[in-house]
């Protein structure tokens, strides 16, 4: 099948967000152990459900306010006493747009941006989300907005829009995490901002060679859910996806050091990786974003056959990123190509690969990745890598053309 036919039945697959089928356990939200009330300068909400489940949160203005769309949640009456914040005007709980989601709507008596948002999940049958907004100037409340469109059931797409013509293939670069997201921590530094600036130079390395063009999923400190940074590098017309880490693994998952490139697996090479997948979409979970959207047979199978040309392409592109950076002298991980099954991996229609360009959990590799003569040396050890597969494949291509 024609490529361009693929990129046109993957739009559908992958921008259309069909109400979920939930498991056969209700989502009971428990009035009576949740509240929002006032904290320091700003409101906390404080939500008690039976389960983890799917939410968004947005702000609006005119009139101030947030919302809270929780999927699966039956609407109730808000019991008195559930609102104990001055700072909001009402609080109000009903259906959302979205068919089988409720909506928490609190109206606000100033500018407020949203400072941390946290589902706690150790008892399974007492999970909490937690939402805390702080003071914000009219201009950054202005700049945190969600646009009313967000609400509206999105419609199928036919085909994606063409992308302009272009003489140089294009790589989409994404720096993971982001926004309400930082990643891994470690010593006042986040995962987030160092893979981002990671990112930018390899971006202005890339540009300067002059055989590429380069599209940043995100630009600055945001969070991008996994499945739309897929849909923009799509969008752009991406040849490549590279998603940029520096994770930290957690105690009891063991230890590790240097660079690693995964490609997609259903199962994982170890533990380990199996653990790295499930906190990198666990953000995602955390966040309110639909991982669960691709059950139908129909794409799987679509999806399986276009993997058919894609899977060998990313195995190429991780192969050739471990002998770039092996070559430029970055150390790497004892086992420097793994699988997972990665969210960001899971894309169809052009090869993909997870680069750990260390691991915050490991000092070394912290100091290295804070050192920009070491950044400099790993980030032309992937403008080679790149280099080097852009010329085998479009070789490999055109014999499989004859």
């Not at 009971?28 to 939500?47: A, K, N």
């Not at 272009?166 to 986040?190: N, Q, V």
């Not at 590790?256 to 997948?277: I, K, N």
Request: hydrophobic share 45%; no cysteine.
């Amino acid at each position: 099948m024609p490529q361009v036919v693929f990129r046109s039945i993957f739009a559908i697959l992958f921008l259309w967000i069909g109400p979920m089928v939930w498991a056969e356990t209700p989502v009971r939200l428990d009035l009576g152990e949740s509240y929002v009330t006032d904290r320091g300068q700003g409101i906390e909400v404080q939500l008690r459900l039976n389960r983890a489940t799917a939410y968004g949160l947005r702000l609006r203005d005119n009139p101030m306010r947030l919302i809270v769309d929780l999927a699966g949640v039956e609407v109730q009456n808000l019991p008195n006493g559930f609102d104990r914040a001055d700072r909001a005007q009402a609080v109000t709980l009903g259906p959302a747009p979205r068919a089988g989601w409720g909506r928490l709507s609190l109206h606000l008596t100033a500018p407020m941006v949203i400072e941390r948002a946290v589902m706690d999940t150790r008892h399974s049958d007492a999970v909490r989300l937690t939402l805390r907004l702080r003071p914000a100037t009219a201009q950054e409340f202005a700049t945190h907005l969600t646009p009313a469109s967000a609400d509206e059931p999105p419609q199928a797409v036919i085909a994606e829009p063409a992308p302009p013509l272009r003489t140089r293939p294009l790589i989409a670069l994404d720096p993971g995490h982001g926004g309400i997201d930082p990643g891994a921590e470690r010593d006042g530094y986040s995962e987030a901002d160092l893979v981002l600036l990671f990112a930018l130079e390899l971006r202005e390395m890339l540009l300067r060679d002059g055989l590429v063009d380069v599209f940043m999923t995100r630009e600055r400190d945001e969070f991008i859910p996994l499945p739309y940074r897929m849909s923009r590098a799509r969008m752009a017309g991406a040849d490549l996806f590279i998603s940029i880490h520096a994770d930290a693994l957690a105690a009891g998952d063991g230890m590790a050091s240097g660079a690693t490139v995964y490609t997609l697996s259903e199962t994982g090479s170890d533990a380990a990786s199996a653990a790295l997948a499930a906190q990198h979409d666990r953000a995602d979970l955390l966040a309110g974003v639909d991982l669960g959207q691709s059950d139908d047979v129909v794409a799987d199978l679509l999806m399986d056959l276009a993997r058919l040309e894609t899977d060998p392409r990313s195995d190429a592109l991780a192969d050739a990123l471990v002998t770039g950076l092996e070559g430029a002298g970055v150390e790497l991980h004892s086992r420097p190509r793994l699988e997972a099954n990665f969210t960001v991996l899971r894309a169809p229609d052009y090869p993909s690969v997870l680069l750990e360009i260390g691991f915050m959990s490991e000092g070394g590799d912290l100091e290295n990745i804070l050192d920009p003569v070491w950044r400099s040396r790993a980030q032309g050890g992937i403008a080679r890598a790149i280099e080097a597969w852009l010329a085998e494949d479009n070789l490999r291509r055109s014999l499989m053309r004859r």
